[in-house]
């Protein structure tokens, strides 16, 4: 009977077993793998990805403190932005490196808690914010007018950056701090560090969902209304793009003047405008116009022209935030999607067809977006890059300033 128990007790510790296994062998270290040198040379890599995360992060901090004119409304989603991926970078980077080189983890299990939930919650973050900034643009070019009206209200963008830390949290740390209480056990090994529901694919693809390909939808969605937005301002023509604004009787004419002695079709507001002002125009003019009526003339175009051309700057400008949003949804998709994909399917086959070299390679391609970010935003900027000339080159940043360069 004592020996029935035995088979017994050897036979339900079988599934257990070979769980374990599984996770064991799916997180072999990268020293079994490779070569000395080439463990030498990865280690490299990763301190060097770590460094300019830390540093081009920072350097979008200090630009916030040193530089007063960066501080309105968008540009503090910069800097949300700038703080999560510096974070990532000080501290969820360094504590990986050993555990990715050695596939052990030597620094206890409250800890690897807590880098867990600084991991999840400042990656997450960081796209949440990609979304709010790319909706920030899209609102600057589509809804100008309103846009510009709420520039110096800064309730609401407080309120939306400290939304994004809230649903960064509420996605993935709940489940990390409490999810081995729930299921009354522990999946993971005493020398491993990775979350509970590592191969949990029904949550893994719901948190993904919202995680990755809800915010690309949303960003590529911003994108090409973007487009779509000058494509319709273009089609319109220059002459009604510069249109200035109906505030005055005489503001009805539009920028593209006609030539004297060009015939062109006038609408039924045109005919009642002009001979509303020849009825006003004094009539002692026999010779010419007078010079009230030339003075007129005058301000009135170079008002257009004036109008014209910030119509014409604003679209250019328009143009640029279109082509950098651009640049970032590649960008986000190329690092995100091998990631996300394959914690999907890693999940779904337990960690058998997917080998982990391949994982890892995809984990540090996520941790690269944070990498990029800092000259994927503000450089597209011109006040962020002469901001980053004023710490980095101070005596060149005096040179341009006293050479009557154009204030930023």
Known sequence: MSWINTMNNSTAEIPHAAEMCNETCSSQPLSSEFSLGVLVLLAFLMVLLCLVTILGNMLV???????????????????????????????????????????????????????LVMDYLLCTASVFNIVL?????????????????QQGIMSSSAIKMVAIWVLA???????????????????????????????????????????????????????????????RRQRRG?????????????????????????????????????????????????????????????????????????????????????????????????????YSLLMIIRGVCQGECIHNSLYEATFWLLWINSSLNPFLYPLCHMRFRMAFLKILCPKKFATLRSGNTPSI
């Open 61 to 115: 901090i200090l630009a916030f403190i040193m530089d007063r004119n960066l501080r309105h409304r968008s540009n503090y989603f910069f800097l949300n932005l700038a703080v999560s991926d510096f974070a990532v970078g000080v501290f969820c980077m360094p504590l990986y490196i050993p555990y990715a080189l050695t596939g052990t983890w030597h620094l206890g299990r409250s800890l690897c808690k807590l880098w």
């Open 169 to 231: 949290f509420l996605l993935y740390c709940p489940a990390i701090l409490l999810w081995e209480h729930v299921a009354g056990h522990s999946v993971v090994a005493v020398d491993q560090c990775y979350a509970e529901f590592f191969d949990n694919w029904y949550f893994l693809l719901c948190a993904s969902t919202l995680e990755f390909f809800v915010p690309l939808l949303l960003v590529t969605y911003f994108n090409v209304h973007i487009f779509h937005n000058i494509q």
């Open 238 to 338: 220059s002459v009604q793009d510069c249109e200035p604004p109906r505030s005055s009787s005489l503001s009805w004419r539009f920028c593209g003047l006609p030539r004297p002695g060009a015939s062109s079709p006038s609408s039924e507001a045109e005919d009642s405008v002009s001979s509303l002002t020849r009825s006003w125009r004094p009539a002692v003019v026999a010779n010419g116009p007078s010079r009230t009526e030339t003075s007129s003339r005058a301000s009135q175009r170079n008002f257009s022209a004036s109008f014209c051309s910030r119509s014409g700057s604003k679209l250019q400008r328009d143009k640029k935030i279109a082509k950098s949003l651009a640049v970032i949804v590649c960008v986000f998709a190329i690092c995100w999607a091998p």
């Open 133 to 149: 900034i790319s909706y920030d643009r899209f609102l600057s070019v589509t809804k100008a007018v309103s846009y510009r009206a």
